[in-house]
């Protein structure tokens, strides 16, 4: 089942695609909070005086991104929800069928066994529209979801130091973020050495158990 799994994504992120083909990788980045700073942060100054974070700030709910990556083209469509349930999820979905051409046939969307990508309400929805392929990843192995990629991008650039006036400005720059990276997207360079490495581990595994 692993071996299966490996190869199935391996094929997906590797192989050319058929031009009626898509390949998205899909995930939910959680609990990203605005954590307003009590006081204004401070600068770095010359002569390495470092800037100044506050750490107290104020607490104001939290938003959940949902967010699919083009793993030929680096583009990124991203919804932004208060609450991380299939109703959401499914909201992403659409987005997607509205913004895919008619032309592409075939959709295959990467993500997780986590049940709100195969939940009852997802597979009435998929089922409604054939063109959308579920592809998931083995247990453990978020690495080999390429949107997890993107999101430290997102974590290091715009998340590292909070510090938003509220929910509605925090979901705005978050978007804009989306925006800007789609002006100059650009796609992950994934080898075959690194599928291969996993399996090797797997096979030296299977034999010191035989």
Same mark, same amino acid.
């Not at 995930?27 to 470092?50: C, F, H, W, Y």
């Given at each position: 089942?692993?071996?299966? *799994? /490996?190869?199935? @994504?391996?094929?997906?992120?590797? =192989?050319?695609? %058929?031009?009626? !083909?898509?390949?998205?990788?899909? #995930?939910?980045?959680?609990?990203?909070?605005?954590?307003?700073?009590?006081?204004?942060?401070?600068?770095?100054?010359?002569?390495?005086?470092?800037?100044?974070?506050?750490?107290?700030?104020?607490?104001?709910?939290?938003?959940?991104?949902?967010?699919?990556?083009?793993?030929?083209?680096? *583009? /990124?469509?991203? @919804?932004?929800?208060?609450?991380? =349930?299939?109703? %959401?999820?499914? !909201?992403?979905?659409?987005?997607? #069928?509205?913004?895919?051409?008619?032309?592409?046939?075939?959709?295959?969307?990467?993500?997780?066994?986590?049940?709100?990508?195969?939940?009852?309400?997802?597979?009435?929805?998929?089922?409604?529209?054939?063109?959308?392929?579920?592809?998931?990843?083995?247990?453990?192995?978020?690495?080999?979801?390429?949107?997890?990629?993107?999101?430290?991008?997102?974590?290091?650039?715009?998340?590292?130091?909070?510090?938003?006036?509220?929910?509605?400005?925090?979901?705005?720059?978050?978007?804009?973020?989306?925006?800007?990276?789609?002006?100059?997207?650009?796609?992950?360079?994934?080898?075959?050495?690194?599928?291969?490495?996993?399996?090797?581990?797997?096979?030296?595994?299977?034999?010191?158990?035989?």
């Amino acid at each position: 089942m692993f071996r299966d *799994q /490996v190869h199935e @994504i391996m094929d997906l992120y590797l =192989r050319v695609l %058929e031009p009626h !083909e898509r390949v998205l990788c899909l #995930d939910e980045k959680t609990s990203l909070q605005p954590r307003t700073r009590s006081a204004p942060t401070r600068p770095p100054q010359p002569g390495l005086v470092p800037a100044h974070l506050e750490h107290e700030y104020t607490r104001k709910g939290a938003l959940q991104l949902f967010a699919a990556f083009d793993t030929r083209s680096g *583009q /990124v469509t991203g @919804i932004l929800r208060r609450r991380k =349930r299939q109703v %959401e999820f499914i !909201e992403l979905l659409e987005e997607i #069928d509205r913004t895919t051409p008619a032309a592409t046939t075939l959709i295959h969307l990467v993500c997780d066994n986590l049940s709100v990508h195969h939940g009852k309400q997802v597979r009435a929805w998929l089922a409604a529209h054939p063109r959308f392929r579920m592809h998931f990843t083995p247990v453990h192995c978020s690495w080999m979801n390429q949107v997890e990629q993107w999101f430290s991008i997102l974590q290091r650039k715009r998340l590292v130091a909070p510090n938003f006036d509220d929910l509605a400005d925090l979901e705005a720059k978050i978007l804009a973020f989306i925006a800007q990276w789609n002006e100059t997207a650009h796609p992950f360079a994934w080898q075959r050495t690194s599928f291969v490495k996993v399996l090797a581990k797997v096979d030296a595994a299977l034999q010191a158990t035989a």
